[in-house]
């Protein structure tokens, strides 16, 4: 019913940006909280940040609140992460994930979310 595909991922050296891209299919995008999340090799698929079907509310991980910020723009199809002042420990593949529910009280859960994107790399050099 809904397809994501991330983009914008590449190298980047710490303190650098980069600006993510999710672009969603289908007609109802605007009902779906849509998240990011992250996975480094080795490691879990952890969350990183939330934004609602409105864009009114957003919530973002202890790891890089401050430094990231999520947006949409609904009309595009398209939800953003804006990543600031990056560091090495931001180096992951990122994945875009949308979750039918209004509201959720296990946002940083992976099951919470109903699709994926199939990811972008990002890696951060020191």
């Not at 996975?39 to 609602?52: L, N, T």
């Not at 947006?71 to 002042?85: E, F, G, I, P």
């Amino acid at each position: 019913q809904v397809q994501l595909v991330e983009s914008g991922g590449g190298l980047v050296q710490a303190g650098g940006s980069l600006r993510l891209s999710c672009a969603a299919s289908g007609r109802t995008f605007s009902n779906y909280a849509m998240g990011w999340f992250r996975q480094a090799p080795g490691k879990e698929r952890e969350f990183v940040s939330r934004i609602s079907a409105s864009g009114g509310r957003t919530y973002y991980a202890d790891s890089v609140k401050g430094r990231f910020t999520i947006s949409r723009d609904n009309a595009k199809n398209t939800v953003y992460l804006q990543m600031n002042s990056l560091k090495p420990e931001d180096t992951a593949v990122y994945y875009c994930a949308a979750d039918h529910r209004p509201r959720s009280y296990y946002y940083t859960r992976l099951d919470e979310y109903d699709y994926w994107g199939q990811g972008t790399q990002v890696t951060v050099t020191s």
